[in-house]
């Protein structure tokens, strides 16, 4: 599946299926629909408010920017990935009463369905596959999943992922400035000396995010292939370091990203 163009996807954003901050006010459908919001907010514990209220409005900021060239792909999947979520999982363990939850939520409006519907087809087009890259994003992302079988030879838990993952940072002249663990996660802060390259010709950040991180991609479906997740550095904006994680790949299930009739929610 090809990556949507800016227009493209500003009309995917557009064909958002809930409120817009207009119409999402005290008076919106009369008080009879605005208590069944209310609760559906309640019941998703503030995660539909967050999303429609305050998410949503910046999405739609941040994919006009991208359409006028002001703003990274990246940074726009940054923001979709760091959508306000409902969990119904701990790891592979169903947390029965919040998948009750969010049934009761579905059955008070269509929205929950269709918001669930509408993220997921935004974020498989947003993230695309390798059929969607061009010839030089492929050659990178196939270079870094061959150099995976490599350095990731023998790692079989996040620990020991994220020691070689470190040991190739260093050798390309990333800088690593801070690293933590807890709860499983490994996480690792560092400074890239390449987010600044060509950035007065094709933007900050432009060649390390949006054509480097290839590489990583290649990085992130080797180790999904073997149950481990690599979030790989997005946008990294407002600050001049970048982070990345390494954890155990489990099957964890949250509103959007899951619909209701996914978890036997569905009213």
């Not at 009750?100 to 519907?117: H, Y």
């Not at 087009?125 to 990178?140: C, P, V």
């Not at 481990?228 to 600050?239: E, F, H, K, L, N």
């Amino acid at each position: 599946m090809a990556k949507p163009d800016p227009e493209e996807l500003v009309r995917l954003v557009e064909a958002f299926p809930g409120p817009s901050v207009e119409a999402d006010g005290p008076d919106r459908g009369g008080p009879t629909e605005a208590a069944e919001i209310g609760r559906v907010d309640e019941l998703l514990d503030g995660a539909y408010g967050a999303l429609t209220r305050r998410w949503y409005p910046e999405l739609r900021r941040r994919a006009a920017a991208h359409a006028d060239g002001d703003c990274l792909r990246e940074r726009v999947l940054e923001h979709v990935e760091a959508v306000p979520s409902f969990r119904l999982s701990d790891g592979p363990t169903a947390l029965t009463e919040r998948r009750e939850a969010l049934a009761e939520a579905a059955a008070l409006t269509d929205e929950v369905r269709e918001i669930a519907e509408w993220y997921g087809t935004l974020r498989s087009r947003l993230e695309g596959d390798r059929a969607s890259l061009t010839r030089a994003e492929r050659l990178l992302h196939d270079f870094g999943y061959a150099l995976a079988h490599v350095l990731f030879l023998g790692a079989s838990s996040p620990g020991a992922v994220v020691r070689r993952l470190r040991l190739a940072y260093r050798s390309v002249g990333v800088r690593i400035d801070e690293t933590a663990s807890e709860g499983g996660i490994e996480e690792t802060t560092f400074t890239c000396p390449y987010r600044n390259v060509a950035a007065g010709r094709c933007g900050e950040r432009w060649v390390c995010h949006e054509k480097l991180d290839r590489v990583d991609d290649g990085y992130v479906s080797y180790l999904a292939e073997r149950g481990i997740s690599y979030q790989r550095p997005r946008g990294c904006a407002g600050s001049e370091q970048c982070r990345s994680t390494v954890a155990r790949d489990g099957p964890a299930r949250w509103w959007p990203k899951t619909p209701p009739a996914a978890v036997g929610a569905d009213p």
